[in-house]
């Protein structure tokens, strides 16, 4: 199985900041990444698909990046509703894997 | 608008069977691969595993695939998820999700349905 390393497992910023969330695969999966939100009694929503491309309806502060191994998520100019949960989600392979998750919170 | 609606999770004893449900709208159900994701009380995320917009192909997480099997009936809109001798590592909010159209991200989850494994 390719596992998914999440860095960091938790976050404080302040609004307004920029933030970057990380995840690490055990080996090359070639763009097959996403990225979702989860904030606090709901159902994770889809953010970011084949590694940089936005979702539809997602906000344009969030972007996506990476290649290879390394992916990342960044957040501009943090908002309050983006407090939440983040996880990367690998598709190249069978079986698919997530990483541990990141949480998201103010300062 | 698109919407997955779980159904038939709860209580259950170590070892017994348990079959969920979920029922799609908004879409044209047959056009998607489906898939199945859980998410533990630690907040862990494992995916369970998928199956083909016809019904012909699944796939599954090598350790869940021997007690649990997904199905679909295109005619009802509906995702199944039958599970066998569960235990208690089983405990976890599940969920019926859509694979997108160009990506086999999930673009679209349902609310989820609580499984809860004890004696």
């Known amino acids: 199985d390719i596992q998914m390393t999440q860095s960091p497992a938790s976050l404080s910023a302040s609004l307004g900041e920029t933030v970057t969330i990380e995840c690490r695969a055990s080996e090359d999966i070639y763009n097959g990444l996403a990225w979702y939100q989860q904030k606090p009694g709901k159902s994770p929503q889809l953010l970011i698909y084949?590694?940089?491309s936005l979702h539809t309806g997602v906000p344009s502060r969030f972007s996506g990046s990476g290649s290879g191994t390394q992916y990342s998520l960044k957040i501009n100019s943090l908002q309050s509703e983006d407090v939440a949960s983040y996880f990367c989600?690998?598709?190249?392979?069978?079986?698919?894997?997530f990483g541990a998750g990141t949480k998201l919170e103010l300062k | 608008e698109v919407q997955l609606v779980e159904s038939g999770g709860g209580l259950v004893q170590p070892g017994a069977s348990l079959k969920l449900s979920c029922v799609a709208s908004g879409f044209t159900f047959s056009d998607y691969w489906m898939s199945w994701v859980r998410q533990t009380p630690g907040k862990t995320m494992e995916w369970i595993g998928d199956?083909?917009?016809?019904?012909?192909?699944?796939n599954y997480a090598p350790s869940l695939k021997n007690r649990f099997t997904i199905s679909r009936d295109n005619a009802k809109s509906t995702l199944y998820l039958q599970m066998s001798n569960v235990r208690s590592e089983d405990t976890a909010t599940y969920y019926c999700t859509r694979v997108g159209y160009y990506s086999s991200s999930v673009d679209y989850w349902g609310q989820g349905v609580m499984v809860t494994v004890s004696s």
């Open positions: 199956i083909k917009y016809d019904g012909s192909y699944t």
């Open positions: 989600q690998q598709y190249y392979d069978y079986p698919y894997t």
């Open positions: 084949n590694a940089n």
